[in-house]
């Protein structure tokens, strides 16, 4: 079970690191833009569709990671309330559980829209990119999110151990 989380947890890095090369295209894109319109007055055209879609890249790419490191933005009205009846691990488990079952149906209905844009052969407006390739992408890693967060409810409920393990390393 452990070598199953770790090669799990290392699988987790392919989106984190496409989302760090989305970040820098997306910081050399920006920079070339604000100099070709400063210096040349002649702006990238694309630009703003090629940061549309980078930005969805770096999104959803992430999302992934912060679901099995738990770092989605919480509020902690009732933690008190909960770690004096020490169930804090068992609520943190079911939240994590039913967060991640809830996502399959956004996901799902991206799915949805990405065939509908396949089969309306939508387009970007500058360089025609096919709008069905980033929806689907969004899709995938929604429903990649959605299955982390799922197995670390899952981990905390029945493995906790497992958790301090990969957070030591």
């Known amino acids: 079970m452990t070598a199953i989380l770790q090669i799990f947890r290392q699988a987790l890095w392919i989106p984190v690191a496409l989302a760090s090369v989305g970040l820098f295209a997306l910081?050399?894109?920006?920079?070339?833009?604000?100099?070709?319109?400063?210096?040349?007055?002649?702006?990238i055209e694309a630009a703003t569709e090629l940061i549309r879609i980078a930005m969805?890249?770096?999104v959803f790419s992430a999302l992934p990671m912060l679901g099995w490191r738990d770092?989605?933005?919480?509020v902690d009205l009732l933690d008190g309330v909960f770690q004096r009846l020490r169930l804090a691990r068992i609520r943190d488990?079911?939240?994590?559980?039913?967060?991640?079952?809830?996502?399959?149906?956004p996901a799902d209905r991206i799915v949805d829209l990405a065939e509908r844009a396949r089969s309306f052969g939508?387009?970007?407006e500058y360089l025609a990119i096919p709008t069905f390739y980033v929806a689907w992408f969004i899709?995938?890693?929604?429903f990649a999110a959605a299955a982390v967060m799922v197995l670390r409810g899952l981990v905390?409920?029945?493995?906790?151990?497992?958790?301090s393990e990969f957070s030591n390393k």
């Open 27 to 43: 910081m050399v894109l920006t920079f070339a833009d604000v100099v070709m319109r400063s210096a040349f007055n002649a702006p």
């Open 56 to 58: 969805a890249i770096i």
């Open 71 to 74: 770092e989605h933005i919480s």
């Open 93 to 105: 488990g079911v939240i994590q559980i039913v967060c991640g079952v809830i996502l399959f149906f």
């Open 122 to 124: 939508d387009l970007t």
């Open 139 to 142: 899709a995938i890693m929604t």
């Open 156 to 163: 905390t409920l029945f493995r906790p151990s497992l958790l």
